[in-house]
């Protein structure tokens, strides 16, 4: 699973988005307005969308088998979608004050390949086998309000980001109970299905029984009720910058933080051993029907999910950046980074290099490359800057190639947006 925070923006110091990625990198003008933008990064396993869909009487069909044999043991799916709305900052001689608003979304599953084996293609081909259903699930979405501070000390800033969190939704599995497998076996056909899974749900998932489950979590719902829950967080990030003449060192710490859900929690808890013996085939070998209502209704009634109502929490995901830029004239510049960040206690890490041309005073281009863990070799990136006037409009992608082929692509990475600088 690749890393999944942008590298390119951290090319880009002369933004001041890329605030984001070291609170030290501040505009040295009296006031910048950072206006709407948006962002999304997108990593996952498995077939690309190319490989899967074919047109079947002038539809786009998904071959499920295909899907299912282009998958490894496990798998794992992450998103993570950013709009920023408004911010400022705001020179006063050394030292440098924003606000800033933005809502936030990040997905995150990782399944064994014996999960879909079973929903779509059933459990026949794991007669007397043990099948691992287990799953890692996490949706998570979230207002963030940013207060932050930054003091130049000669040729040395240190600057703060201290985020409020407000939690919109969130559904995530328990760290240590994720767990569950079936077995059938082979003489007496008879199902025995074991659970450790615990899901912790926050104004997303209504179960109702294991047929009839109902997920909200729509990214373009942000109504008024929702817009400021009970729901609270709290993090931190930490940066520092030492431009050195014609080398610019810095690094940074993002996301030390946490989101507390106890307000309209609802944790499902399946942590038992049940069993079914399977429907009894006799009577259709003597001309009666078999009921496959009446093998419904004791799947319902042995398969049963304890619903409880305790508090619990979301932690971002932690984020090192560590660079070097070398300024090798006027309009020529080349960068170092490793990225680092630590996921669910897992950690991954990333190394990139990058050159900046500026050719005239309102316009920067630059190309990136990057290797991300655990085998992404192909993100080469492209990061534009426009100055019209005091407005300044960018644009920066980690993966090229994903935007010219995104039906061939793995991993997906854009933002865009704009500011405004006034001396």
Known sequence: MSAQQELGLHFMPHVWQSNSTNPAFVQDKKLTIGLPGIYSVIAFDGPTYNQIVAKQNGKNVVDVDKFISHLSDQNTIRNEIGIPSLSLSFKLKNLHLSIGHAVKYNSFLKYPRTLPQVVWQGNAQFIGQTVELGNELELVGYHELTTGIAYKLGQVTLGTNIKFLNGIAGAATDKDHHDASIYTDPDVYQITLNGDYILHSANTIDYEEFEDVNVD??????????????????????GIRAELGKLDLAASVLDLGKITWDHNVTNYEATQTYQYDGLDFSNALTGDSVNFGDALDTLKSIFKVRETTGSYSTTLTRKIYLSARYKLNEKWAVSGLFFNENFRGKPNSSVAVGVNFSPIKQLNAGLSYAFKQPDSYNNLGLNLTLKLGPMQVFGVTDNLFSLVNPGDANNFSARAGASILLD
């Open 217 to 238: 979590f729509d990214y373009a719902k942000l109504t008024a009720q929702k817009f400021f829950s009970k729901n609270n967080g709290m993090a931190f990030d930490f």
